[in-house]
């Protein structure tokens, strides 16, 4: 495994921004100095970048969207990887990005999301098209001995992290419009669907609360009380307690009635309990779902 140290550095300097957005170091000075590209300023008072920073510039100027190295620094550059990744398409990069993840490299598997979503704009094209198949492919390899447990939970926390720490460049509308809460049952640890839910959510405009693995739903009636979601998502993805997870199941469909919220719930998990027909209640199955629930 890689050691953190020996990561690539992930700041860039003016003129390596400079040779990547293709304008002079002086462009790049001016840009800095009006507040159209930010950057963090060494002790020495040298400007340096972060991925992030380019981001940002590059969704408020689209045309240097295309710039961008989406697989970024030195060795790692690969022109044809790039090619795809522009298309939005991810035959190439599945593999790439499952090798990175399991060797934990947190910096390129970053650079690699917030680049995807610089260029493309739609989460719902890098959960459903590269991270739900990486994660897959991490469990077929631990199911096959390929992958120790230790290494499928680091690879797959490498990928919460990056996830996480994409929310930062994500453009989300200035008002919110409704609250929606985003939870598990008691006995999950499998949140990270959950969390892209949330950012789905807050990409639509919603203030979300989320409370992750293991929510014993009967805590969360003082959430109804405080909060008042007019929406409650759940994803399911291990049922350990088939019979827990169904009480748990109807006591937040009758907190749901009660409260007058609907109540969403998605995940493999799902299929295991008994879904009653009701008005209040929606089986979604995609990324996609939610954008349209
Ligand atoms: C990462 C991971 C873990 C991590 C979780 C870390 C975290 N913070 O999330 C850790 C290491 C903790 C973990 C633990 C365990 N895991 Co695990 N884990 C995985 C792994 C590799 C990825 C899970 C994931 O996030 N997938 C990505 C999501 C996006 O994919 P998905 O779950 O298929 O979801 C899709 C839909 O279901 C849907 N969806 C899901 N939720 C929602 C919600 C809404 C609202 C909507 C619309 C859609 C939706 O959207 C997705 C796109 O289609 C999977 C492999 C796999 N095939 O997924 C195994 C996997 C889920 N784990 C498995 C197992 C067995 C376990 C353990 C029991 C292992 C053990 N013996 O201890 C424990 C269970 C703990 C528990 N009680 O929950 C099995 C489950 C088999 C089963 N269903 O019976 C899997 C499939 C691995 C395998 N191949 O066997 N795991």
């Not at 996480?164 to 609250?179: A, C, G, L, S, Y």
């Amino acid at each position: 495994m890689m050691n953190a140290l020996e990561q690539t550095s992930p700041y860039l300097s003016s003129v390596d921004v400079a040779r990547i957005l293709d304008v002079n170091v002086a462009t790049v000075k001016r840009w800095t100095e009006a507040g159209k590209l930010d950057c963090v300023k060494t002790a020495g008072g040298h400007r340096k970048f972060l991925m992030r920073h380019l981001a940002a510039f590059a969704i408020e100027h689209q045309k240097y969207a295309q710039h961008l190295p989406l697989i970024p620094f030195g060795s790692e550059l690969n022109l044809d990887l790039n090619e795809e990744l522009l298309r939005g398409e991810f035959k190439e990069l599945i593999p790439f990005f499952l090798e990175k993840s399991i060797l934990c490299e947190s910096t390129i598997i970053q650079n690699i999301l917030n680049s995807l979503y610089m260029v493309h704009h739609d989460l719902v094209l890098i959960y459903d098209g590269l991270i739900t198949p990486v994660l897959h492919e991490i469990g077929s390899k631990w199911e096959r001995g390929d992958l120790s447990i230790a290494q499928e939970h680091l690879a797959s926390q490498t990928i919460r992290d990056a996830i996480i720490k994409m929310q930062d460049i994500v453009v989300k509308p200035e008002n919110w419009t409704e609250r929606a809460f985003v939870l598990t049952f008691s006995d999950e640890l499998h949140d990270i669907p959950a969390k892209m839910v949330q950012h789905l959510l807050e990409l639509r405009g919603f203030q979300v609360l989320f409370s992750g693995q293991r929510t014993p739903v009967g805590d969360t009636s003082s959430v109804f009380k405080s909060f008042h979601p007019e929406r409650v998502y759940v994803s399911s993805v291990f049922v350990e307690n088939a019979q827990q997870s169904q009480a748990e199941f109807s006591e937040l469909l009758e907190l749901c009635r009660t409260n007058n919220s609907a109540l969403f719930v998605g995940g493999s998990g799902i299929n295991q309990l008994k879904i009653e027909d009701d008005s209040q209640l929606h089986r979604l199955w995609t990324f996609n779902d939610v954008m349209q629930s």
